[in-house]
């Protein structure tokens, strides 16, 4: 088995980007795989999320923010250039032949990671918090092959921001929706860190955690299953709108 890698990969459009973390998990990695990655502004929904349960569409499309749709579960999620996101990519068993646990994974990278940025936090509901206030928001999605677990870290987004775009909790509670939390970036927490230094200390964590990430541009069945993605779900309206996807 070779070892961990971490992709150099970014593209202008949201979309693509969420294309491509999908891709990340198709191409079926035989060592972790490390992606840390920035959208412009969008609303990102979980795989069977209703839209109207969760975004205020109106005020999106006055703003012109997009709303789009991830494959993972979770709860919906505003991405700004203020919010870095982080995606692990593990083969369904670890190096010692037992079952992978992405979200203990994921929360052990991100609890370092914060830890190295010289904050406490502790993990509760599908995230990372530090005091009362949600920093990290978690998802996951599993195929036969791997898991992929990715988090969304808040370095200087406005919750202002946040709930601009988000609704309040509906008042007939559902399975799929959001567990809504109150949220605060680093910033909020007196923490003037820039995405670089927070980026830093994401791929220190990983260090610890998996070993060294050696740095690589997308392979071809990466790049492959990313062209597929963006035609059968990416690109089409209705897997954003709807989750359902072209033939």
Not at 9 to 28: C, I, K, Q, T, V
Not at 74 to 94: K, R
Not at 111 to 118: D, I
Not at 194 to 214: I, M, N, S, Y
């Amino acid at each position: 088995m070779t070892g961990p890698s971490e992709v150099v990969a970014s593209f202008d459009d949201p979309a693509d980007n969420l294309a491509f973390d999908e891709a990340l998990l198709r191409a079926a990695p035989e060592a972790p795989v490390l992606w840390i990655w920035r959208n412009t502004d969008c609303v990102v929904v979980g795989r069977g999320q209703k839209i109207e349960r969760e975004v205020k569409a109106d005020v999106c499309a006055s703003d012109g923010v997009p709303v789009l749709r991830r494959a993972s579960g979770g709860g919906t999620v505003f991405h700004d250039p203020g919010n870095l996101n982080i995606t692990l990519v593990l083969p369904g068993l670890g190096l010692s032949g037992e079952p992978v646990r992405p979200l203990e994974a994921l929360g052990e990278l991100m609890t370092a990671t914060v830890a190295e940025l010289g904050l406490p936090s502790r993990l509760g509901d599908r995230g990372l918090f530090v005091g009362d206030s949600k920093l990290c928001g978690f998802a996951v999605f599993r195929t036969k092959t791997g898991l992929l677990a990715h988090s969304t870290l808040l370095v200087s987004t406005a919750a202002e921001r946040v709930g601009r775009y988000l609704t309040a909790a509906p008042s007939d509670p559902r399975p799929m929706d959001s567990h809504r939390s109150q949220v605060a970036s680093l910033a909020d927490h007196g923490l003037r860190k820039g995405v670089a230094d927070v980026t830093a200390a994401v791929r220190k964590a990983a260090t610890a955690q998996l070993g060294e990430p050696v740095p690589r541009k997308p392979s071809a069945a990466e790049r492959e299953w990313h062209r597929s993605l963006q035609r059968t779900r990416y690109h089409y309206p209705e897997w954003h709108s709807e989750g359902s996807q072209r033939k």
